[in-house]
């Protein structure tokens, strides 16, 4: 429904299920209106903005049958929605009435209602798996009768899908180290020099071409002999002389998320009605080894949103209604690698690097041309966990035909985070260490898969990170009046004033350029040079001030031209968060 409001722009893959993504706020934040940046849009769950840090992603989404109602707000909107680049979503949770109601659902889909893959049918093969049910139920009523009801939704959303891919893999001649029968597209052998032979001819140095092409098995590479072993037999021809695309896969990807809302209301008094929602929507996903490997180097990934509200409404008068609304969310988002707690030593590797890297998994190889065996989904690794308070209140007061409504609000944003995709090392093999000129390379000789063999590595990274928590604060006030000067002529007059103070980390683990700051050899040289790191520390925590001019007036007017004629226009200045994000 967003995506049909006018002025919107879906991105990506916007919508879908919201704890499928591996970041906070997933595919929801993908949109943007009239030109606004995408994911600075608010998204409200019954009046609270229980957004998570980077930038305004949503921390829960109710399921559809527990929707009571779904509002779209655009420029020009009250003075009481900042922190926007353009729309207001806002979700309300059904609730219970007098009469005992509910539901029951199910959306079914599966590969007997779809067509193969284009690419499959030509390599013949079978459609992929796909298998996908979406069922829940709901049920609202009452506890006490005028008094307190009740209403619940309970939904689960499973999927296995199966993603074909083609790609290419060595030869059983090419595992060997024998490359005879390793041809350019043109139908040339591609010939494979070694490293360590080297002859230097009128200044040019090259190196010599392994005897029939062929690299002794002596000279293997202790940790690429058992590497190599992983690479899975071919399944197709691929193509002509090169072998490419010689390897059909479709694993399956194994979803299963668990999603829960309630939601209940009272009635105080004639005056006070109160009401609370917590909801919690949570996925467990794993995959199949594409390769079939026994040691499965997908990730598995588990995401938990929860979210709870409490709302209270009192009706002084006609004319002056109070709101006060409090909620809290937290998002945990966690990838870790299935082969974690591998141990490195028996692919050969020393044990002096099991001690030096920060966890324990299986390392990535990526020759050049072939299926990479293991990768960042098996060398890294992501835990999140994020929070988000939101309180605010309100006063309507209805004076004339002037509709004036003023009030506060305050958020803490936090960010805890550990995040790396290479605390395993991964390497990198091209054709120049087995190429017969280094210096200039060509497709008629060097093998990336020889360079494998022969241990020579081309690039080749691993790193280590740090457990971050990070903290925002944000305070905004903000009054508006809505007067309605005629029949025919409304004006929308208001102001926010907003503080966003900056993000500080828990620990002070934190450091940024400052141009100012003394560069420590410049005491050894004895010139004063600056411009160098700055640390944070109880001082200053942080690259940046508080900024403190953060007004924006908001001013529209809706006049009714003719009899189904309505002119309308706008003008505001809205301040809207950065993505939080830490370099260290």
């Known amino acids: 429904l967003v995506a049909l409001s006018p002025g919107i722009r879906v991105q990506g893959t916007f919508g879908g299920r919201l704890v499928m993504s591996g970041t906070p706020g997933g595919a929801w934040m993908d949109f943007s209106f009239n030109g606004g940046i995408a994911g600075g849009n608010a998204i409200l769950v019954e009046g609270l903005a229980l957004e998570m840090a980077q930038m305004n992603a949503p921390s829960y989404i109710p399921p559809p049958d527990a ?27 059904k609730s219970g009435t007098n009469q005992l109601h509910g539901s029951v659902y199910e959306f079914l889909r599966n590969r007997d209602l779809n067509a193969n893959d284009f690419f499959q049918n030509r390599a013949g093969n079978r459609r992929a798996p796909f298998n996908q049910n979406q069922f829940g139920a709901s049920v609202g009523g009452p506890i006490k009768r005028d ?5 619940g939704n309970y939904e689960e959303y499973r999927r296995r899908i199966g993603v074909p891919a083609i790609t290419s893999v060595p030869t059983t001649l090419q595992k060997q180290g024998n490359f005879s029968q390793t041809y350019t597209g043109a139908g040339g052998l591609v010939q494979v020099a070694d490293p360590l032979a080297t002859i230097t001819t009128n200044g040019v140095t090259t190196r010599s071409v392994f005897p029939g092409n062929i690299i002794p098995a002596s000279r293997f590479s202790t940790v690429a002999g058992n590497v190599v ?23 399956a990807t194994a979803i299963n998320e668990h999603q829960f809302v309630t939601k209940i209301d009272h009635n105080l008094s004639a005056k006070w009605r109160i009401f609370g929602t917590y909801g919690r929507d949570w996925l467990n996903q794993t995959q199949a080894d594409p390769l079939g490997l026994s040691t499965n ?12 509200t409490l709302s209270a409404t009192a009706v002084f008068s006609p004319t002056l209604i109070a709101e006060v609304h409090t909620g809290y969310a937290r998002v945990v988002v966690n990838s870790i690698p299935q082969a974690l707690g591998y141990d490195i030593t028996t692919l050969g590797f020393p044990k002096s690097l099991t001690q030096q890297t920060q966890f324990q998994s ?36 209805v004076k004339g035909s002037h509709m004036i409504k003023t009030g506060a609000d305050y958020r803490v944003q936090q960010m805890n985070q550990f995040l790396a995709n290479t605390l395993e090392p991964l390497f990198n093999f091209t054709n120049q260490m087995t190429a017969i000129n280094p210096l200039s390379l060509n497709v008629n000789s060097g093998v990336p898969l020889a360079s494998f063999l022969l241990g020579d590595v081309s690039t080749a990274s691993v790193a280590k990170s740090q457990r971050l928590a990070d903290e925002r604060r944000y305070f ?10 005629s029949p025919k002529l409304t004006l929308n007059i208001g102001a926010d004033y907003s503080l966003e103070f900056p993000i500080t980390e828990r620990f002070n683990r934190k450091m940024w350029f400052e141009s100012s700051a003394p560069v420590p050899a410049s005491s050894t040289v004895g010139i004063p040079i600056t411009g160098g790191f700055r640390f944070a520390d109880s001082g200053t925590r942080g690259p940046t001030d508080l900024y403190k001019k953060q007004f924006g007036p908001r001013f529209g007017l ?5 009899k189904n004629t309505v002119i309308r226009s706008g003008y505001g200045i809205f301040w809207i968060p950065a993505s939080m994000s830490e370099v260290t």
């Open 362 to 397: 299986f390392p990535g190889f990526q020759v050049s041309g072939l299926v990479a065996i293991g990768g960042s989904a098996s060398a890294g690794e992501s835990l999140g966990a994020h929070n988000s308070w939101d309180q605010r209140g309100s006063l309507t007061w």
């Open 297 to 308: 180097l997908t990730r598995a990934v588990f995401n938990d949103h929860h979210a709870f």
């Open 476 to 485: 905004a006030t903000f009054i508006q009046d809505n007067w309605k000067i």
């Open 558 to 562: 809706a006049y009714s031209a003719l």
């Open 229 to 251: 072993k992983l690479f899975p037999d071919p399944t197709l021809t691929g193509a002509p002389f090169t072998n490419v695309n010689n390897y059909s896969t479709r694993a």
């Open 67 to 93: 929707t009571q109602e779904f509002r779209v707000s655009s420029n020009p909107f009250s003075a009481e929605n900042s922190r926007t680049s353009g729309a207001v979503v806002n979700f309300s949770i």
């Open 147 to 151: 008094k307190t009801f009740f209403f």
